[in-house]
């Protein structure tokens, strides 16, 4: 909590220092790092339009910083990361995929599969963690306890259970913290009358951030448990 | 390892095999004093540019061999190179020979120790000459002959300075150990390998997957390292020389952070098999599993004692991640570190007297610093630069490579001498962390 505190006092040192870099690869990492939140809101299919400029332009921005203009490389990735962020913003999920067909009741029989990945559809859920900690929150209880009655009601099912950590601290601390993260939903879901044999546990440690920022909103977004189908 | 340990007997047999005049000349002349003692005071060489003996003209190669060897003597922070500007001989014309080296001009400089260095390149292949004077008395005490290929310039030179340091030191020179590297582009990790002052970087595994944690193998012919290559995060041993890597452990869940110990007979990991991350030892071949901790809390990153007989780790046991140590059977635990809140990557100095490490400070700045462990006595190495992590120990312990972020974007290698003096990038790459140490390699 003495974290809030602090934080700010960080910023203050850390941006003279991102002004002073040299290369272009915040940017460029910052222009990946929203192509990829827009890819999760299919902004390529919804936003077409605008997410084909953000490509174009994230390719121009490859091609300044290979020739070594790292003005025109940062300015590139910019617009790149603003058009990314625009398409994801007129996004919503769904909208690729196609206008649900009448009712077939021949072809309802043989989709016993297909209805049971829609029904666990509702298990792959995403939780937060705090800093440096592996307790279930408060406002992630209810998520799982939905997870739990969609395992129960899918008993064949099987999720792999991600572990993620935020950048800061090592690359093995992290590791460790994320596999706790991972265990403690895998606890509480077993503590929910899930079959333990229906989750697995992998931790990824800081290795697979979705947010690159260096701010408190994006080490939040890293801190988490994604549940996924097990592979 | 047994190099390290033998090696005041080499520098007593040294001695001994010296002509009497060579050996009291260096003993009269200077004493080379360690670095981080009270009386140092860095040993003045000269390094004047390297001569062509064909035509005394600068070649590539040469220009290649001047700037590894001031360089090099730069980093070993035993000596100070003189500024190459204060020279009053003409690289071109003054020779090889004691009698042709007019000495006053290098003793009116400053300079205690000159080396000199003549080329012969014929179409691809290189003959270098390297001599080390001692200015004062107008002696030559080392002389080298090298043979090869133009592209062996920078390796002679390195080889040299070891040579150097071992004449005068009695200790093993590092510049012919390697620095084993992770290094993040996109979502890919992988590992690499790079010369101590950076060149020959070389990319050692390349398939697309999670590589982390390298550490070396006590033979120094390839690392130990966790990849997700086959889903789970397995700990695996790959040859330097390319080839398929071998699994070393595959329990479910973690097997990270594998560290052989100095005597070669045991390999520590972190394992979290039995539902949480706990320390174990086993056989380098994967046998004889034996579990060290056992505590709810986080276990990790095991580093040896150079005896073999002690582990230092991170635990999170008393709330906060500090650094602990205890027997190689998991008994008799301490904890080190008492000031901070954060201490993590524990890396045992091959000397045994210092342990180095990451802390976080009141600032939220990652910071170098290392602990005596009997002691606990603490002393920083970096400050106000950026973040700097990850420390490894060089094998002779006078000096230390780790990770910073002090130049903006992404991260950097960098080594220090373990005093914290002599701060020097050898990366321009980026996107590198947990850097790790070779053994000597020759």
């Known amino acids: 909590m003495l974290n809030r505190i602090v934080l700010p006092l960080m910023f203050a040192l850390v941006l003279p220092l991102a002004c002073a870099k040299k290369t272009a690869d915040l940017e460029l990492d910052a222009a990946d790092a929203a192509a990829l939140a827009a890819r999760k809101k299919a902004a ?91 307790s279930i929150r408060e406002d992630s209880k209810a998520v799982l306890s939905k997870v739990a009655t969609t395992l129960s009601k899918n008993p064949t099912a099987k999720l792999e259970i991600e572990g993620h950590c935020d950048v800061r601290g090592s690359t093995e601390y992290n590791l460790q913290l994320g596999e706790r993260r991972a265990r403690a939903v895998q606890k509480y879901l077993t503590t929910q009358g899930v079959k333990p044999e229906q989750l697995e546990v992998i931790s990824y440690g800081e290795e697979r951030l979705v947010d690159l920022g260096a701010n408190d909103e994006a080490h939040q977004k890293n801190r988490r448990a994604e549940l996924k189908k097990a592979p | 390892m047994i190099l390290r340990l033998l090696s005041p007997l080499f520098a007593l047999s040294l001695l001994v095999a010296a002509s009497p005049a060579q050996a009291q000349t260096a003993a009269n002349t200077r004493t080379v ?41 730069e980093l070993a922070a035993t000596f100070k190179v003189l500024d190459p500007k204060s020279y009053l001989a003409d690289p071109t014309k003054e020779g090889l020979a004691a009698a042709s080296i007019k000495f006053t001009d290098w003793v009116s400089i400053g300079a205690e120790g000159l080396v000199k260095v003549g080329l012969t390149e014929t179409g691809d292949s290189l003959k270098a000459d390297f001599r080390f004077y001692d200015v004062a008395s107008g002696r030559q005490l080392l002389q080298k002959g090298y043979a090869g290929t133009l592209k062996d310039g920078r390796r002679f030179a390195h080889t ?265 990038k050898i990366t321009d790459a980026g996107g590198f962390n947990t850097p790790a140490w070779s053994p000597y390699l020759e």
């Open chain 1, 44 to 134: 390529n299919d919804c936003a077409k339009e605008t997410y084909q400029a953000a490509e174009a332009a994230l390719a121009e921005a490859r091609a300044k910083k290979e020739e070594g203009d790292i003005e025109a490389a940062k300015a590139k990735a910019n617009e790149a990361k603003n058009l990314y962020e625009q398409a994801a913003a007129a996004s919503k999920p769904g909208c690729n995929e196609p206008p649900k067909e009448e009712e077939d009741p021949n072809a309802k029989q043989t989709s016993t599969d297909a209805s049971t990945s829609i029904k666990l559809d509702d298990a792959l859920q995403t939780i937060y963690f705090d800093y440096n900690d592996s």
């Open chain 2, 160 to 424: 040299f300075v070891d040579e150097v340091i071992f004449f005068l030191t009695g200790s093993k020179g590092i510049f012919r150990t390697k620095i084993a590297s992770v290094r993040k582009v996109g979502n890919s990790r992988e590992l690499w390998v790079m010369d101590v002052d950076g060149s020959n970087l070389r990319q050692i595994t390349s398939n697309g997957s999670i590589n982390l944690l390298p550490n070396w193998t006590r033979d120094g012919g390839g690392v130990l390292f966790t990849s997700y290559i086959r889903h789970n995060p397995n700990l695996y041993s790959t040859p330097l020389a390319g080839g398929r890597p071998t699994l070393v452990s595959g329990e479910r869940g973690l097997n990270t952070g594998g560290t052989m110990s100095p005597d070669g007979k045991k390999v520590a990991l972190t394992l979290s098999r039995d539902g949480n991350s706990e320390i174990y030892t086993m056989n380098p071949d994967g046998t004889n599993l034996v579990r060290l901790t056992n505590e709810w809390a986080i276990d990790t990153s095991p580093t040896w004692s150079p005896d073999s007989k002690r582990i230092a780790f991170v635990s999170s046991r008393w709330g906060d991640p500090h650094i602990f140590v205890m027997n190689a059977d998991g008994s008799n635990v301490r904890r080190v570190t008492e000031r901070g809140n954060y201490n993590q990557t524990p890396d045992w100095s091959p000397k045994g007297d210092l342990i180095a490490f990451t802390a976080r400070d009141e600032r939220n700045v990652f910071d170098i610093f290392t602990v005596n462990p009997d002691t606990k006595e603490i002393k920083r190495l970096t400050q106000d630069q950026g973040n700097n992590e990850e420390p490894s120990f060089a094998p002779s312990g006078g000096h230390i490579v780790f990770t910073t972020t002090r130049d903006g974007g992404r991260s950097q290698v960098y080594i220090m001498a373990v005093d914290g003096s002599n701060q020097k």
């Open chain 2, 33 to 73: 004093i360690e670095v981080g003692s009270p009386d140092f005071r860095p040993y003045p060489i000269a390094v004047p540019e390297a001569r062509d003996m064909a035509g005394g003209k600068t070649t590539a190669t040469g220009t290649e061999v001047t700037n590894t060897l001031r360089f090099d003597f």
